[in-house]
């Protein structure tokens, strides 16, 4: 049962042998089952998390998909309303309450971010607030 | 479910074959119960005996074995088993270091074994009064073993009591298989000439 070829170790081998089966007759008879118990819940604990969509999680994209809607809903009202005064400045300021809406359920990481845009935004609506001003003024 | 392994009992170099052994651990890492339960019948008393031969202390070589099983089945199940091909391999390494770990932190050394040892283990008498020869020679055998190197002992334990081919002893210690069986030869040489130097004082002690 040996790879070596030779005799001259026959004797020794086979005694090796019947050490390691007086080895493995030193485990009890139960070891297998021992083993299978203590082991299969790392089985199935162990296997690859994937990815899950717990409820405060859910909660929160819902609620944040329900102020987009929302916030969609009272622009598009108000470009059906007729001529605003500086529409662009409305839908900017909605677009704001929006976003700092969802700032307030994502509280990390958002809040940068909607810093910079609202900079942005106010830039934006600045110039046409004050254009609309000048029109009213010459009328 | 694939369909089941034979169980080899655990005839050294005698390994399941490589396709359905795959489809096996395939199903297990999957979670599926009966093939997690076929590798478990199919290895744990071959780790058992790898671990009992260190420590000589069955509840604890049976918590080595748990421990081992708990390792790998939670790598099975996160994909961390990698070496394709190389199960035994793999499982008998995890065992191996396990198995050292756990001597580390017994801090049981082995004992130098000299012939008078090996000569007080052929004259031990089991605890019913009655000792057979064969159980004589192979505590003798255990007493030659603790003389041997870690390195040489080694093979002779992952060959002989894990059942590995040489060609997996030589994947799982890293080594060209020339130095292993040359390690091997050195340690059952090592063996003979412990065995025979005793056998051959009792024949002395007996002719006086």
Same mark, same amino acid.
């Given at each position: 049962m040996n790879a070596h070829h030779d005799h001259e170790f026959d004797r020794i081998n086979a005694a090796l042998d019947r050490l390691a089966e007086s080895e493995r007759a030193?485990? &009890?008879?139960s070891l297998e089952s021992n083993v299978y118990r203590a082991s299969r819940a790392a089985l199935r604990s162990g296997g690859a998390p994937r990815p899950r969509i717990g409820w405060g999680l859910g909660l929160r994209l819902a609620a944040a998909a329900a102020l987009l809607a929302g916030t969609i809903g009272v622009i598009s009202t108000l470009n059906r309303a007729?001529?605003? &005064?500086a529409p662009a400045a409305n839908v900017t300021a909605a677009a704001f309450e929006t976003w700092l809406a969802l700032d307030d359920l994502f509280d990390d990481g958002f809040g940068t971010r909607l810093g910079v845009v609202s900079t942005d935004a106010d830039r934006l609506s600045q110039p046409d607030t004050e254009e609309w001003d000048d029109m009213e003024g010459s009328l | 479910m694939p369909p089941a392994l034979e169980r080899t009992d655990p005839a050294p170099g005698v390994a399941p074959d490589d396709g359905r052994l795959a489809d096996v651990l395939a199903a297990a890492s999957r979670g599926e119960a009966d093939a997690w339960r076929e590798i478990v019948d199919l290895y744990a008393r071959r780790v058992f005996a790898l671990v009992h031969s260190k420590c000589r202390r069955p509840d604890l070589a049976e918590e080595v074995t748990q421990s081992v099983f708990v390792t790998v089945a939670g790598k099975l199940s996160r994909g961390g088993y990698t070496e394709r091909g190389r199960f035994e391999s793999w499982l008998f390494r995890v065992a191996m270091n396990r198995a050292r770990d756990e001597m580390r932190r017994l801090a049981r050394q082995a004992t130098p074994t000299d012939p008078a040892t090996v000569a007080a283990a052929l004259d031990r008498v089991s605890e019913n009064g009655v000792r057979t020869r064969d159980e004589a020679s192979l505590d003798a055998l255990r007493e030659a073993m603790s003389g041997l190197s870690e390195p040489d002992r080694e093979v002779i334990e992952l060959r002989?009591?894990?059942?590995?081919?040489f060609k997996q002893i030589a994947d799982l210690l890293g080594e060209p298989m020339g130095t292993l069986l040359a390690r091997h030869h050195r340690a059952l040489r090592k063996l003979r000439s412990m065995i025979e130097g005793v056998a051959r004082a009792e024949d002395e002690e007996k002719s006086r």
């Open positions: 030193a485990a &009890p008879a007729g001529p605003q &005064p | 002989h009591h894990g059942g590995l081919s």
